[in-house]
């Protein structure tokens, strides 16, 4: 009798083969990507009362101006529209990857632009000297307003 080693490996191939099949039956392709978890939820912030405050605060502080500023480009994860060319939209929509609704005093937007003595995290321009800040606690009240859906 002859050995066929390519035969054997066939056979062996098919059965496993045949036994993935029954163990994985029902399951997604493994060629497919899983998909990714559902929940969580949306922190959703108020667009009108960013247009009447909070962009008012950016643009007096100077943090749309171009250059150095978030004006026309990202200047770290942080970009807004250049002064003299406003996109309220897309200025929103930057604002509000710069909150943490869970911990509105953590959000990027407060502690970016506050005094390090004050709590403050690093960077090149420190308009808030502390959280008394007349515009620093409107835009806090700003991101406290905003609600999980």
Same mark, same amino acid.
């Given at each position: 009798?002859?050995?066929?080693? &390519?035969? /054997? +490996? @066939?056979?062996? %191939?098919?059965?496993?083969?045949?036994?993935? $099949?029954?163990? !994985?039956?029902?399951?997604?392709?493994?060629?497919?990507?899983?998909?990714?978890?559902?929940?969580?939820?949306?922190?959703?912030?108020?667009?009108?009362?960013?247009?009447?405050?909070?962009?008012?605060?950016?643009?007096?502080?100077?943090?749309?101006?171009?250059?150095?500023?978030?004006? &026309?480009? /990202? +200047? @770290?994860?942080? %970009?807004?529209?250049?002064?003299?060319?406003? $996109?309220?939209? !897309?200025?929103?929509?930057?604002?509000?990857?710069?909150?943490?609704?869970?911990?509105?005093?953590?959000?990027?937007?407060?502690?970016?632009?506050?005094?390090?003595?004050?709590?403050?995290?690093?960077?090149?321009?420190?308009?808030?000297?502390?959280?008394?800040?007349?515009?620093?606690?409107?835009?806090?009240?700003?991101?406290?307003?905003?609600?999980?859906?």
């Amino acid at each position: 009798m002859r050995w066929n080693a &390519g035969k /054997i +490996r @066939g056979e062996r %191939a098919a059965a496993a083969s045949a036994l993935l $099949a029954v163990l !994985f039956s029902g399951c997604a392709s493994p060629i497919e990507p899983p998909l990714p978890p559902g929940g969580g939820q949306d922190y959703v912030l108020d667009f009108q009362e960013f247009q009447q405050t909070v962009d008012p605060i950016l643009t007096r502080h100077g943090c749309d101006a171009e250059g150095d500023c978030h004006g &026309g480009g /990202i +200047r @770290g994860t942080f %970009a807004l529209s250049p002064a003299g060319d406003k $996109a309220p939209a !897309f200025d929103f929509a930057q604002a509000g990857l710069q909150v943490n609704g869970i911990d509105p005093s953590a959000s990027p937007l407060l502690t970016k632009p506050l005094a390090l003595e004050a709590g403050g995290a690093p960077h090149s321009f420190k308009p808030f000297e502390s959280t008394s800040d007349e515009d620093y606690l409107l835009l806090r009240q700003w991101i406290e307003g905003g609600e999980f859906q």
